[in-house]
């Protein structure tokens, strides 16, 4: 590791990296990979979503009933840990990291998350979660809502269909079986759509964030792209601050 890596990899108290985008975009491995580098912990925020929806589920409350999900929002304790490859998700102490990823619980997730009432209950768990040390904190609305001051803001997005096949693809990395692309990006777009229109902190990027299209990118090449944004960050907080703003 150069001089200047070391030095970039040093952990920063309440640093906080916000990566937003839709589904597909690459979140977590650009997260996965800046929190390695930077020595961050890596909060995948959907993940929370998807085990409340998991626990709306389990206990039958209706995904679209704003009050019975507030209250239930209430009684549900939800924690994220740091994982090898993603994170270990508690929903009331049960370890449900294998059964958030299923159709039916993406799904959940997208349509619970709309509600005001349980993003409220979200948002105020993902800050408090921040103050253990710097994060990388991925999501919808990181850059937006949960943390508008985010020392870092990239906003992830590619083409519906370069989203939908190399989810495909991961699908069958995994030895799943998958439905057919055309199915997988039909589902990411009503997703999409979902996220994007919802009246509560709907999916976009914050006015400050750095627009990361990796439509023609490899991963090697959006995973740089990602260090150039953090570690500029880190080049502008080391130098004295110039009496004058650009
Ligand atoms: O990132 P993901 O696919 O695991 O997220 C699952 C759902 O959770 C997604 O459809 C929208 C919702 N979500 C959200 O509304 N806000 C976040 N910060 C993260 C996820």
Do not use: C
Not at 162 to 184: A, C, F, L, T
């Amino acid at each position: 590791m150069s001089p200047e890596e070391s030095s970039a990899a040093k952990p920063r108290r309440n640093f906080v990296v916000a990566i937003d985008g839709p589904a597909g975009a690459g979140k977590s491995t650009i997260a996965r990979h800046l929190a390695r580098h930077y020595g961050l912990l890596n909060l995948e925020t959907g993940a929370m979503y998807r085990a409340f929806a998991l626990k709306a589920l389990r206990v039958e409350v209706p995904l679209d009933d704003p009050n019975a999900l507030q209250q239930l929002a209430a009684e549900t304790d939800i924690q994220l840990e740091s994982g090898e490859n993603e994170n270990r998700v508690l929903l009331d102490g049960e370890d449900v990291t294998g059964q958030i990823r299923n159709q039916t619980v993406t799904d959940a997730a997208s349509r619970v998350s709309i509600f005001p009432a349980v993003r409220a209950s979200m948002v105020k768990r993902q800050q408090e979660m921040a103050t253990r040390g710097g994060v990388v904190m991925e999501g919808r609305d990181i850059g937006t809502v949960v943390f508008p001051d985010a020392e870092v803001k990239i906003f992830l997005d590619a083409a519906p269909e370069v989203r939908g096949m190399r989810r495909y693809d991961q699908i069958g990395q995994k030895g799943q079986s998958s439905p057919p692309p055309e199915e997988v990006i039909r589902d990411l777009r009503a997703r999409d759509e979902r996220d994007r229109n919802r009246v509560d902190s709907p999916l976009k990027p914050a006015a400050d964030a750095f627009l990361l299209d990796s439509t023609n990118l490899t991963l090697d090449e959006a995973l740089k792209a990602a260090e150039s944004a953090v570690d500029a960050f880190l080049a502008r907080s080391s130098q004295p601050i110039p009496s004058q703003t650009a």
